[in-house]
Structure formats: C-alpha cells, structure tokens
C-alpha cells in the first residue's frame, strides 16, 4: 500500500475491493532498518475501517518487539518481522500467535534459510524478499528466486504449513517466475499495478488474464 495513491486512496480501496484482491500488504518502516519512512498505525488504523480487505503487516523495523503491541489492536491478518530484529524471534512469533493473529517472518536476500530453519515451523507465512527492502522500483535479485523454490520443497518435505509471499520487482515478466517457483501471495508495486501513469483497473484486469493467476493475487 506504500505505493498507493494516498490523496485518493478510498478511490484506490474501493477498486481493490471489486477486483477481489485478498490482502493489503502494509509495509511500516522507520526509517533505521531501512533508509525510509512509511506508513504507520494511523493511517492503518484508517484503512482498516474503511476497508474490509485483511490486512498484511510488513514490520521493516529495528526494535520489532516495541512494534508488534502497536500493531495487535488493529488486529491484521498477518504480522511478519526480520527475524534479525528481535532478540527471541520464537517468543515474537508466539506473542503474534497468542493475539490471534498469524506470525510471519520476512527474509532478506542475504538471510538464508539455514539460519531461520528453527522458525519456518512455527510460522503461517514467509515473505521472500527479492529486492533489498526499503525502496521500490529496484531490480530483482535473481537467486531469490531459488529461495522461493527451495521454501517450497522444505513445506513439502517437512510439513510445514506457511504460505509463501514475494514481495520486490514483481513484475509481468517476474510473476510467472515467482508463482512457478512456489509463490502464492504476490506483493503488486511500482512494476506491476502501482506503474506509473498507468489505469488501477486495467492493471487488475491483465494480472487476472496472466495464465499463472490462481487467485492469489494480493497488493
């Protein structure tokens, strides 16, 4: 939602709702993890009772422990956290839980999986970053897209039960990449829905029309 349009963003949430889109993917930055600002509990607050669609909170923050109590009230369908922000991310990931709400972790392209293995057991879902969080428009790093696959496997091989978002550079030629590889929430910005000078609805229209869709498709 940081791309949005924010002076007519009920004209941005209205059109959302009629095209079905499932999640609103809300980043909040502080500017210390990442080099920038954006969002916060007000405005989320906002969005939430203007709209009906379920909320994603993204925390790109340093102190994740102090965010996530910020955040619970608004109760949102999913809070994921870096785990390389908080200093006891299984207590984090329970506190989520124990909120009602569903924990996820958000992986940096650096983080690999081997350093979050005793995590992915306990999360509802797994946002694979294939940009270097904090800006949009950057390109896709493209070894993420292995990591996609590889979480993939693990769910399959092990058990687990985490859906698996992308979020970064999806773009028309990225997305069938992604949704191959084992993606099933697709974060829209800057390459895709939110292009520049380009109609809301008839971005929604094509992402439908893509042979890849599956439904999935969340902003």
């Given amino acids: 939602m ?3 349009d924010m002076i007519d963003l009920s004209r ?3 059109l959302f709702e009629t095209h079905g889109v499932e999640l609103l993917h809300m980043d909040i930055m502080d500017g210390h993890y990442v080099p920038n600002v954006a969002l916060g509990p007000q ?3 906002q969005i939430a009772r203007a709209s009906s669609i379920p909320q994603d909170i993204h925390l790109m923050v340093e102190e994740t422990d102090r ?3 910020i955040f619970v009230p608004l109760a949102p369908r999913y809070i994921s956290f870096h785990p390389e922000t908080s200093r006891h991310p299984v207590r984090t990931i329970q506190s989520i839980r124990n909120a009602g709400i569903r924990p996820g972790i958000a992986l940096d392209p650096a983080v690999t999986l081997e350093s979050v293995m005793p995590l992915l057991g306990e999360v509802d879902l797994v946002c694979v ?3 270097s969080p904090g800006y949009a428009g950057q390109a896709i790093i493209p070894w993420t897209i292995d990591k996609i696959r590889d979480l993939a496997e693990l769910r399959k091989s092990r058990g687990y039960r985490y859906l698996i978002e992308v979020d970064g550079n999806v773009s028309w030629k990225n997305i069938p990449l992604m949704v191959d590889a ?3 929430i697709l974060v829209l910005g800057t390459s895709s829905l939110f292009q520049p000078d380009m109609d809301r ?5 094509r992402l439908k029309e893509m042979p890849c869709w599956n439904g999935n498709g969340k902003n």
């Fill in 2 to 4: 940081m791309c949005a």
């Fill in 12 to 14: 941005d949430l209205n």
């Fill in 43 to 45: 405005l989320c607050g």
């Fill in 67 to 69: 965010f996530v109590p």
């Fill in 129 to 131: 970053m294939t940009v």
């Fill in 182 to 184: 084992g993606a099933e």
């Fill in 201 to 205: 609805d008839t971005m929604l229209r």
